[in-house]
């Protein structure tokens, strides 16, 4: 996370993973979840904010989640069931089932495949929000396989010239795995930024930065402001200039591997049919079905010592690589515990009293 939506010292409050869990666990259950795919939903909120993705954690999507299920938009016993396979593919109907529950089954269906064939894809179509896409795509990992997730959501990004959202935050997740470093995991959204920050935005005060939205009317906001009351978000790039054509370019292709393709269509045209799903993707790739297991995680390491170990330019302490902060903030966070603002720790207290459950974090 950017350190402007670090949470300030007077606000925030340190829970531990394992308290925050169990509660979040809790949670899933008197929404009629049942025990064991709570425990996966809370695994994967928790995972997020455990690795620093606290726009994708507890603070975040937990009341979302809530609404959703009390308001009947989710489906707390989806009939998860696979209507078109092949030895390598398959796509999903998962019954508007939470993306967070339903994600993984997906994924358990593409390593599964990908042990037999050297690779598995499955689409989902009918599902619902899956929270951080890198929880999905790292699932390969211990399996000695890299890992793809992608979602296509709801429409509020604006296509390159256009005043109305036509793609959703659309993001994109990939993991390799290394022997001895940490693995390479990029979890990008297709827009400027993803949208959930600016929930952390509105709780923090902090002003938006140039680039990320656009006014009303389509025209990117190019300095620091407030969030407005009415805004748009912008594909990754900002503007034209800065290669917004790029962000425009890889949401549609999100778009088309999870929504076309599984037979969802985009979000912004199964919205104006009244379908307020979204469609996912996953994919596993079994190294050795390509190259020797141990040579890849050699050579993985060699290449990303050497992206890290690469002269920093003036101001700035070291280069990184997409999944070694996470990784290294995942390690802190797992001994002292999880920053949450005091907002989001008296939600939790009271959505516990509503719930009839003991509130167990101290």
Known sequence: MLKSFTIPEEDMV????????????????????????????ADVLVSADLRGIDSHGVSNQLRVYVDEYNQG???PKPNFR????????????????LGLITTPKAMEIAIDKA?????????????KHLG?????????????????????????VLPTFGSEPRLGT?????AAPARHEPPFVLDMATSAVASNKFDLAKRLGIDVEAGWIADKDGTPIMSPAPLPETYHGLPLGGTRELGSHKGYGLGAMVDILCGLLSGNNSGMIAAAGGVRNYSHMVAAYKVDAFAPVEQFKDMMDEFLR??????????????????????????????KGIPLHQ????????????LGIQYSLS
């Not at 042990?115 to 599902?127: E, P, Q, R, S, W």
């Not at 330019?313 to 802190?332: I, K, M, N, S």
Request: net charge negative; proline share 6%.
């Open 115 to 127: 042990n037999k064939t050297g690779l598995g894809m499955v689409t989902i179509h009918n599902g």
């Open 170 to 174: 659309n993001p994109i997740a990939f």
């Open 343 to 354: 907002e989001v720790i008296d939600w939790l207290r009271n959505i516990s009293g509503e």
């Open 14 to 41: 340190v829970v531990q993973h394992e308290d925050l869990r169990e509660l979040v666990t809790e949670i899933f259950q008197k929404l009629q979840v049942p025990f064991d795919q709570a425990k996966i939903g």
């Open 82 to 97: 696979i209507i078109r396979e092949t030895p390598a593919t398959a796509n999903v109907d998962s019954d508007a089932g």
């Open 132 to 156: 951080m896409a890198s929880y999905h795509s790292m699932m390969a990992l211990d399996h000695d396989m890299i890992g793809v997730c992608m979602s296509s959501t709801r429409a509020t």
């Open 306 to 335: 050497t992206l890290r170990n690469t002269p920093p330019a003036p101001g700035h302490e070291r280069v990184l690589y997409p999944g070694l902060p996470e990784f290294e903030v995942e390690e802190v966070r797992k001994v």
């Open 73 to 75: 938009g989710i489906n």
